[in-house]
């Protein structure tokens, strides 16, 4: 009783109140509060640059926050997943693209859902997150491009696609969707083998 008491009349601060993100934290379940501040923690602990330290999380001002309630989410998610803690890392990355934000964090987000997901082996899961992310990519490419040194990078979701097309006996669409990458100019090391071993299946 006393310990709700005191939770009650606890200051808010911190980059929870920063980030406006105190009524989203408090409408969630323990467990789910308790994953969040485990993992920020962590986050704190392994990563020097990391520019706050435990106590930042809910308690003492916070004038500039560097992130966004997006972007501060990912980046705990991003501490579940390299944890091995899969369900947890899924559930932020989601409760993250539910925020505003612009098309390019999307795509960071959505390529390390595809990430879990091949952990995971589940297919699934790999093919919505892919989907999401291609129908995505018109938006975020100009900007991926930019941060790239005016280059499209790989793409993991894109050679993921092509994976789940042949995996499903789409052979036509697979090759199809090879020659889309290289015609967009992202870049695709595989390219010549993919599009040989797809073509000696037609």
């Known amino acids: 009783m006393i310990g709700k008491v005191f939770q009650i009349f606890r200051e808010k601060g911190g980059l929870l109140k920063a ?49 966004t309630p997006r972007t501060f989410l990912a980046t705990i998610a991003q501490t579940a997943l390299l944890e091995g803690d899969y369900e947890t890392a899924e559930w932020l990355y989601n409760e993250a693209l539910n925020f505003e934000g612009t098309p390019y964090e999307a795509h960071l987000i959505l390529n390390d859902l595809v990430l879990l997901s091949q952990r995971l082996k589940d297919f699934e899961k790999m093919k919505r997150y892919c989907e999401r992310d ?12 930019s941060r790239n040194m005016n280059t499209l990078p790989q793409i993991n979701s894109f050679e993921v696609w092509v994976y789940l097309l042949e995996r499903e006996g789409k052979i036509k669409e697979a090759l199809d969707f090879v020659e889309y990458i290289r015609k967009e100019g992202i870049t695709y090391p595989y390219y010549e083998e993919v599009k040989k071993r797809l073509t000696e299946k037609l």
């Open 134 to 145: 291609i129908e995505l990519y018109p938006q975020y490419k100009e900007e991926l491009k």
């Open 19 to 67: 980030l406006n993100l105190w009524e989203w934290y408090e409408s969630l379940d323990v467990k789910k509060q308790k994953a969040i501040k485990k993992y920020y923690s962590v986050k704190v602990i392994k990563n020097l640059n990391f520019p706050y330290k435990a106590k930042h999380f809910d308690s003492g001002e916070v004038e500039n926050p560097l992130y």
